[in-house]
Every structure is written in structure tokens, then in C-alpha cells.
């Protein structure tokens, strides 16, 4: 090659000590990283630093061998302890506990390390106490309160399910809570009994369980017990509403009337 081009042998050759002087840089940063990582540690696959092998945890820059307790395993994490317990344990400081069941109980799913009652029981400390449902109730499965409803047509009273007994002109709700019954439409409860609201002339029913149970129509506003027509002054018209006025543009509200520009004209 030398003899056909002499150009790209004299290249060559300097190239030579380049490439050497480049490996042995390579090769002292190379065996600077492995100084810096301990024993049962490695190089992370990527970027900068170190991690610790499985079944070791860094400490004070150091890899240290997790004491693995019994009925635990490896988390491969090299925060905390580097362990957890198996399911149906529990950890206790050092060692992993075995979890005790109550009667009438089984261990949850999600954690493994606790237990939860069966349906029909709640807990009551370290025992899953069966839950009493009475005549005409049922299980709820919301073990915060009682455990258990009234059937339609009882309410609770104490730990009881007690009969209810709508009035004349009502009817029975879904509701096992309140007195379980609401008047018909028509009708307002007055003291426990259901009766018949009085629409004035210009009214209809509202179908609200509050108020008076009854609206004007529009154009009519209450007075009292009443619906009265709406009188329009001049200039004037029904709000939105339909039970009251106010002035037309530009005319301004002065008083009971329509007045334009200054109100003192």
C-alpha cells in the first residue's frame, strides 16, 4: 500500500499512537468506575453510577446482604428493608408474624396482611361479631353503621323494624328513614296527616313539598292566600317571571310608575 500511495502510509503510522494513547485512557476511566463500586454491587445499565444486587441494600456506600426473615421475600429495592412478608403475614419490626383469624373471617385479598369479617358479621376488636337483623330488615354490607335496613314499608326504630302507617291520601316510599311515607299530590303533611292544599282562582299545584304547595299563573301575583291580577302602569310590562313588571327601555321604575329621563319630570 506504501509503495502505490506513500501518502496513506505515513497516515496510518500516526494514527498508530493515537489509537493507543485513546484505549488507554478508556481502559484507566474503566478501571476507575470499577474502583468506586463496592463488592456485590454493578454499574447501572444506563447513565452514571452503581446499584446493588439483588438480595444486597447500599449503606454507607457499601452493599450490605439483606437478612432475609422467614416467610419473606426479596423486593429488590434498596430502600427500606429490602423485604416483605408473604401473604397471610404480617411484619413485626424483624420477623414476619403469621396473621390470626378471628372465626367468621378471611384475609384480604389486596394486602394479605389483615383480616376482614364475612358478610352477616362486623368487626368488634380482635373478633367479627355477628350482626342481629331483625324482623322485616335485611344486610346491608356497610358494616359502618347498623348492617342491616328495614324492609319497605317498616323504619328503624332502635334495633327494630316497626310497621309504618301511611295516612289517608298518602303513599309509601323507598326511604326506610323519616316516617317512610309522603303525601299525594294535591295534599300537604299538616301534623302527621295529609291535607288537601287549597289552590286559589289563577293558581295551579306546584308539586314542592315546601311552601303553600301552589304558584299563580302568569300575570297574577299572591297576596296572601290569593292570586291577584298584575296591574301594568304605562310604559310597562311582565317580568320574566310573569308576577310583577318593570318599565320598558328607555323608560325608568319611579314609584308605581314608568317615567322617561330625570324621575322628577
Known sequence: MSA???????????????????????????????????????????????????????????????????????????????????????????????????????????????????????QFDEICKAINVPANGYLTGNTIRSGWACERGYRAVGDACVSIEPPANAYLTSSSSGSGWDCDRGYHEIYGACIAIKVPSHGYLSGRSYGNGWECDRGYIKVQAACVAVVLPENAHLDFHGHDWECNQPYRKYMQECKSGNQND
Open 4 to 122: 502505490t500511495n506513500p501518502g496513506l502510509g505515513f497516515v496510518a503510522y500516526a494514527l498508530i499512537p493515537m489509537m493507543v494513547f485513546a484505549a488507554s485512557i478508556g481502559l484507566a476511566r474503566a478501571q476507575d468506575v470499577e474502583g468506586t463500586i463496592p463488592a456485590n454491587g454493578s454499574a447501572n445499565a444506563y447513565g452514571t453510577g452503581w446499584q446493588c444486587d439483588r438480595g444486597f441494600r447500599k449503606t454507607d456506600g457499601a452493599c450490605v446482604v439483606v437478612t432475609l426473615p422467614e416467610n419473606a421475600y426479596l423486593t429488590g429495592s434498596s430502600y427500606g428493608p429490602g423485604w416483605k412478608c408473604k401473604h397471610g403475614y404480617k411484619q413485626n419490626t424483624d420477623t414476619c408474624d403469621p396473621v390470626l383469624l378471628p372465626a367468621n373471617a378471611f384475609l384480604s385479598a389486596t394486602s394479605g396482611d389483615r383480616w376482614l369479617c364475612d358478610r352477616g358479621y362486623r
